[in-house]
């Protein structure tokens, strides 16, 4: 009889901290074929229409590229707070918050022209940071779990912009829940001339690039190591708990606002309804994908962005319904927690012989 | 307590002890009474204040309290001192600062890792202690508190621990020793203190006492009177 | 406010929430904080309206949502029980799975027609006699029937939880498992049982909303209000009655906030009353969360092996 066992590992080999997320993202797209079988469709035509919508030509390319950099922002954001074991599921209106600080400062007429992306991108930070910060506030002084904390936020914060857009927001021209423009100066300026490639998605790249340095060569990384790993063990070493804490909060909603600012200077120019169709949840997944590691974020991204953009081109094709990306994104984050197990145990094959 | 002495702290467990560990070490504060070192008592105590005015504690819970076993040995060894000079300037780390520690601090204790960036965890409850007094030890504190510091090390193990305590005593410093161990104590210290339901009941020279009296004390009975 | 018709709103309104609470509430006494709630009610909602629409019987889209929740509450045991897999992201997972698969589901099965798809929703049902007292009849008594469910599951629950072996059991595994072992119960079968459970109550409480209170499947069906549930259970100190109390609180606030944007009284943007609820839930877990005690085995994965 073959039995299979899971035996504790003595270290995690190197090599799987690369083969368990592409190993998690091959089950996904097996398992989410069955999917598109029930929808009638072919599976490599319509896998072939979403990757070809994604990345089949220089527009396509840039696109997804672009779409990546809110994605960055907010997988950085899980992927710091995470590691403290805050569990930030508000990066969604983290965003919005720094979006909306972008779309505020922005628009301001007495500001010089040089001053107003730096602004935003201060302001957006700030905001994200300060929407953080209370259900960290509230974790630390009252024992208010930060799941439902960080979510509650989201609803509150949606609906506060919501309000804005329907009352002193609102286009007075079309009646559209949209708000004005942002001062031409406060535009991102563009990475490709003629293209959408705008700043941010050099401010992510270079953001991952600080978060892991931030993560892996600062004490304030060691400490959020520490505090994430055993509280306790990090309490008598003296480190100050709820200090780090609310200093991680800081970073995740910031880099979370970030993501908004982006959207706003970079892409749409105002704010409205639809600005964030859930980047703030998207992040949950990157960032698991990426095994909370900074630079593993930047890929991560890349692919939920490849399969956003490429879903409609493939909805158009194929038939099948765009929100298969949504199924993607939820079967991925299943399968790669599932996949970590592997980094602790090892499956061992124990041939048994009875009597 | 004096420098140049060794004092244990007997008793049956959950008596006071890890609290009164804990309160020496920073971590809980205390109802009544306060800690004072070299006379001065300490007004807001906590880990790091009691660091620097050279406390060193090991907790008794070595992978719960102590070291964190999923971060590299190196980490761990750092922890309590990762603000120190020596590991980190301007909050950014010296990491190969930190690794050359880990690796001198295995060497000189013999403890069996594979390196410095091991996984804390893959060590065995020997090793672990070794770390932990490693990790105190190699900043010369005035006063080590160390609890259960022999628990379920093998004799060698046993043996290296208590000559880091006798070395420390004769340069001139301070440990205190909690143990359940009444042997363990009698080999080592001077003074034992006897605690029982959260009170010091007495504090008596090991040379004018015996397991026996100890004992009594330990469960509860009078202080004076009944010498072996 | 304290009209007849205010409190059947709240009822009405309340009553998805407790049942949904209920079902969490289960999770989580043996150890297991079920996120994948907002999903699963998703599920609940999409399975129970689709079946209804195409059976013409209201009763199996109840019946379709409760399997439906069944087999996701499985999921979340499959990952938390079997693997011990973090509770936190399996939860997360199974809430961005079920939430893709009702969207996907839908559409699949529904397309996008000019005019959304509908079924006749529940009537209410006016218990004879009982409706019939004065103030308190009318509002307790004509309910949907899957509110005289919701009520009759509270004592139902305190019952099993309190009183029965099993609910017995399923607390000693929530506070201590390996305890519960050394009395020869089964921790993961009783896991399982519970999640199980939680599911088909995460899924019954979605279909009222599809079928009851509203009478099609929107995408924006739950909003949040699985969310709450997590809060609600705190609030209701894991305990039937006081999470039922919870529940009908949060209804009351949500019905306040319909009633206020209505009449008018406070001129502030509707979008405000909207946000009532979840501020108000903040609140109330700042103020009680301190106090709280959970089961204390939850979030703990059990693994044999370990000490």
């Known amino acids: 009889m073959i039995r299979l066992q899971l035996e504790p590992r003595a270290h995690t080999p190197a090599w799987l901290n690369l083969a368990l997320p592409l190993a998690a993202l091959l089950a996904t797209l097996v398992l989410c074929s069955g999917l598109v079988m029930l929808a009638g469709a072919d599976v490599f035509e319509a896998y072939g229409a979403l990757f070809q919508g994604a990345l089949g030509s220089r527009f396509n390319l840039i696109e997804t590229i672009v779409k990546a950099s809110p994605l960055v922002f907010t997988g950085l954001a899980v992927a710091v707070a995470f590691r403290a074991k805050f569990w930030n599921i508000g990066a969604e209106g983290q965003l919005l918050a720094g979006a909306m600080a972008a779309a505020f400062i922005g628009a301001r007429e007495f500001l010089p022209a040089w001053s107003l992306v730096p602004a935003m991108i201060l302001g957006g930070a700030l905001a994200g940071a300060a929407a953080a910060t209370v259900p960290a506030v509230l974790k630390v002084r009252y024992r208010v779990d930060d799941v439902v904390a960080t979510l509650m936020l989201n609803f509150v914060i949606f609906y506060a912009m919501m309000a804005l857009l329907d009352g002193p927001w609102k286009d007075p021209l079309s009646g559209y829940p949209d708000s004005p423009d942002i001062r031409m100066d406060a535009e991102y300026p563009m990475l490709l001339q003629a293209t959408r490639m705008h700043l941010g998605v050099l401010l992510a790249a270079v953001g991952a690039v600080l978060s892991w340095l931030l993560m892996t060569r600062t004490t304030l990384g060691f400490a959020i190591r520490a505090v994430g790993e055993n509280p306790r063990a990090a309490a008598h070493g003296g480190i100050a708990i709820g200090r780090v804490v609310l200093l991680t909060a800081c970073v995740s909603g910031g880099l979370a606002g970030l993501a908004g600012v982006g959207e706003v200077a970079g892409l749409h120019f105002q704010v409205m309804a639809g600005l964030s169709p859930g980047y703030g949840y998207t992040g949950i997944v990157i960032a698991m994908l990426a095994r909370l590691n900074p630079l593993g974020v930047v890929p991560a991204a890349l692919f939920f962005a490849a399969i956003a953009t490429g879903a409609e081109n493939m909805s158009r094709q194929t038939g099948v319904p765009v929100f298969l990306a949504d199924v993607i994104q939820g079967t991925s984050l299943i399968c790669m927690v599932a996949a970590l197990l592997f980094t602790s145990y090892r499956l061992r094959i124990r041939r048994h012989v009875p009597g | 307590m004096h420098g140049g002495e060794i004092l244990g702290i007997a008793g049956v467990s959950g008596n006071g002890q890890r609290e009164l560990a804990e309160v020496i070490a920073g971590i809980a504060t205390p109802g009544a009474g306060h800690v004072a070192v070299d006379g001065q008592v300490v007004k807001r105590p906590s880990p790091r204040v009691l660091q620097r005015l050279g406390v060193a504690s090991i907790p008794e819970d070595r992978i719960g309290a102590g070291l964190i076993t999923a971060l590299p040995l190196s980490d761990s060894m750092v922890l309590p001192r990762i603000g120190d000079r020596r590991f980190s300037r301007f909050g950014i780390l010296n990491r190969r600062a930190i690794r050359d520690f880990a690796s001198e601090q295995i060497a000189a204790f013999d403890i069996k890792a594979a390196g410095p960036e091991v996984r804390t965890g893959t060590l065995s409850g020997g090793n672990l202690q070794k770390a932990l007094l490693a990790r105190e030890l190699a900043f010369d504190p005035l006063v080590l508190v160390v609890a259960q510091p022999t628990r379920g090390l093998d004799v060698a193990a046993r043996e290296f621990v208590h000559r880091q305590f006798l070395d420390m005593r004769t340069r001139g410093r301070g440990v205190v020793v909690i143990s359940e161990d009444l042997e363990e104590l009698f080999e080592i210290s001077d003074r034992i203190a006897v605690v029982y339901e959260g009170r010091v009941l007495a504090v008596l020279d090991t040379a004018e006492t015996s397991v026996a009296q100890v004992g009594l004390l330990m469960a509860g009975g009078a202080a004076g009177g009944m010498a072996a | ?307």
């Open chain 3, 1 to 307: 406010m304290l009209q007849a018709g205010f409190l059947a709103a709240l009822i009405r309104v309340g009553a998805p929430l407790l049942i949904a609470t209920l079902g969490e509430m289960f999770a989580e006494r043996a150890g297991v904080l079920n996120l994948g709630i907002e999903g699963i009610m998703l599920i609940g909602a999409m399975t129970g309206f689709s079946a209804a629409y195409f059976t013409g019987e209201l009763w199996l889209g109840i019946l379709a949502a409760a399997l439906a929740g069944m087999v996701f509450g499985a999921l979340m045991g499959l990952l938390t029980v079997s693997l011990g897999l973090s509770q936190h992201v399996s939860g997360l997972g199974v809430t961005l799975l079920g939430t893709g698969l009702a969207f996907f589901c839908y559409r699949l099965v529904f397309g996008q027609p000019s005019q959304p798809p509908s079924v006749a929703p529940f009537e209410t049902v006016a218990l004879p006699l009982l409706s019939e007292i004065p103030y308190f009849g009318p509002a307790l008594f004509d309910q949907f029937a899957l509110v005289y469910l919701g009520f009759l599951l509270v004592p139902l629950s305190a019952f099993v939880l309190y009183r029965s072996n099993w609910g017995l059991a399923l607390r000693t595994v929530g506070e201590n498992p390996h305890a519960a072992v050394s009395a020869g119960v089964n921790v993961t079968a009783t896991r399982y049982q519970a999640l199980i459970i939680s599911g088909a109550l995460m899924g019954v409480a979605g279909a009222y909303l599809s079928l009851a209170q509203f009478n099609a499947f929107t995408f924006g069906v739950i909003s949040g209000r699985g969310w709450v549930c997590i809060a609600l259970v705190v609030l209701g100190q894991w305990d039937p009655w006081r999470c039922a109390a919870a529940a009908l609180l949060f209804g009351t606030v949500d019905a306040l906030q319909l009633r206020l944007q209505s009449s008018g009284a406070i001129d502030l943007p509707y979008q405000f009353f909207l946000m009532l609820p979840f501020v108000v839930t903040i609140v109330a877990m700042a103020l009680f969360s301190r106090r709280a005690r959970a089961p204390a085995a939850l979030l703990v994965p059990f693994r044999r092996e370990e000490r």
